[in-house]
Structures are given as structure tokens and as C-alpha cells.
């Protein structure tokens, strides 16, 4: 390790409690801020290269942090909408009945994980990745591609997931919207 790996370290554990009193604003949960502080110390650790000495430290993390936050509600939402499908208790949740949702939300989650195991993998990281919450130039970084290609490769495994997934489109929605 460098000295300025170091001294980057040092002055980023200085910031430690800032962060965490920033993330508790977002979070209101311990817990979750503490894992949040985390979460950016290791994004700034990993991203060290990428922070330019004399510029503002702090504020460089606080971003990090606030990204990481929004990025984060982003996924959770995302993924609540893709396995919910829509479905909600009125004629079609309750004709299903408490002990049918369990079985079905399963085959659901296993023919999910069996469409995104078709994929080719160019298609499939630069998806996954997507889905977990990194931007397009990132990912373009990360898998040193250009970003029109992983803008192409992500709607390419979106139409082939719709595609595998048709039946669960025709069940759950009509004319594109909720049952």
C-alpha cells in the first residue's frame, strides 16, 4: 500500500461519523445507516483512482453515499415491481388464495432465474448489472465496451426476458396494464 493509499484511508475514516450521521437523515434506521457508511466506505476504497487530491473529500463522499442510497431504493423497487407483476388483492389475487401465492410466487421466481440463465452472457451482465443499480458508463467501465453497446445488449435481454416470460405478461396484464 502506498503512502497516499494511506493517507487516502486515514482521511476517509475521518469522515466516518459525518457519514453515518448523513446516512441516518436517509435511512432512519441504525442498521441500515451503518451498512450504508459501508457500502461508500468500500465504493470510495474502490474508487480511490477516480478522486482528484484537492478537491472537496467530504463532499465527494457524501455523494458517494447519497448515490449509493438512491441507487439502492431504485433496486428495491425494481425488483418489488418485477417479481409483483402487478397482481394485487382484488379478483385475480383473491381467487388465488394465501396458500396458492407462496407455490406461485416461486415458479414465478424459478422461471425468472431460468429465462436470465438463457441469456447469452453478453446479454446477461450488463442486464444483471443494470438491474443491481449501475449506470449505463458504468458498466461501459466495468466490461470496457462502449456505452451504445450496453444500452443495445440491456434491451436486447430485455425483449428475449419479455419474450420467455410471455405467459406470465398474458396472465397478469391486459393491454399492458395490471389486472
Not at 12 to 28: C, G, M, V
Not at 66 to 88: H, P
Not at 98 to 109: P, Q, R
Request: glycine share 6%.
Amino acid at each position: 500500500m502506498s503512502t497516499t493509499t494511506i493517507d487516502f484511508n486515514f482521511q476517509l475514516w475521518s469522515y466516518k461519523d459525518n457519514l453515518r450521521s448523513f446516512a441516518l437523515a436517509f435511512t432512519q434506521n441504525d442498521d441500515d445507516a451503518d451498512d450504508l457508511v459501508q457500502d461508500t466506505m468500500l465504493k470510495a476504497i474502490r474508487y480511490e483512482k477516480n478522486f482528484k487530491q484537492g478537491t472537496n473529500l467530504k463532499g465527494w463522499l457524501y455523494m458517494i453515499l447519497r448515490n449509493t442510497f438512491i441507487n439502492s431504493y431504485r433496486r428495491r423497487n425494481l425488483a418489488k415491481t418485477f417479481m409483483n407483476f402487478g397482481v394485487d388483492i382484488t379478483t385475480t389475487g383473491a381467487a388465488l388464495g394465501a396458500s396458492h401465492n407462496t407455490g406461485l410466487g416461486k415458479c414465478i421466481m424459478n422461471d425468472i432465474h431460468s429465462a436470465l440463465g438463457k441469456l447469452q452472457p453478453q446479454y446477461y451482465t450488463p442486464f444483471v448489472k443494470y438491474f443491481e443499480g449501475y449506470k449505463y458508463h458504468e458498466i461501459a467501465k466495468e466490461l470496457n465496451i462502449p456505452i451504445g453497446t450496453v444500452k443495445t445488449r440491456i434491451h436486447v435481454a430485455r425483449g428475449l426476458l419479455k419474450n420467455e416470460l410471455k405467459s406470465y405478461q398474458d396472465q397478469f396484464f391486459s393491454n399492458g396494464t395490471p389486472v
